[in-house]
């Protein structure tokens, strides 16, 4: 009796730990869908400064766009049932075409 319970116990950890995992794969994943979606509007507009966000798949995101000279700093946040990822891009030019200089998850920014 004491090992079903045991196989049990285990089971239903296993069970919250793949969802906790795949939640947080998701987090990320949104992070990096609002990263493009702000590469996506300097793309349209080379101008652009400010800030949006996205809902999809039971998850949300958010992006900033900050400028500092012909580059750009692009902070995204994607949030799936509590679990949090941060992803940071590094854009180096907008004109004549964009380039990214660096993409990458953060702890904060």
């Known amino acids: ?28 994943f949104l992070g990096d869908a609002c990263a493009e979606e702000a590469l996506q509007q300097l793309h349209d507009n080379t101008s652009f400064v400010g800030s949006g966000s996205l809902s999809t798949g039971g998850g ?11 580059s750009r700093t692009i902070q995204a946040v994607g949030n799936k049932n509590g679990f ?7 854009v180096t030019s907008v004109t004549p075409r964009l380039t990214i200089g660096a993409w990458s998850e953060v702890a904060a920014f």
């Open 84 to 90: 949090v990822r941060r992803v940071s891009v590094s």
């Open 1 to 28: 009796m004491s090992l079903t319970l045991s196989l049990l116990s285990f089971g239903l950890t296993a069970s919250r730990t793949a969802a906790s995992f795949q939640d947080a794969t998701q987090a990320r």
């Open 60 to 70: 949300t995101c958010t992006y900033a766009i900050s400028r500092a000279g012909n």
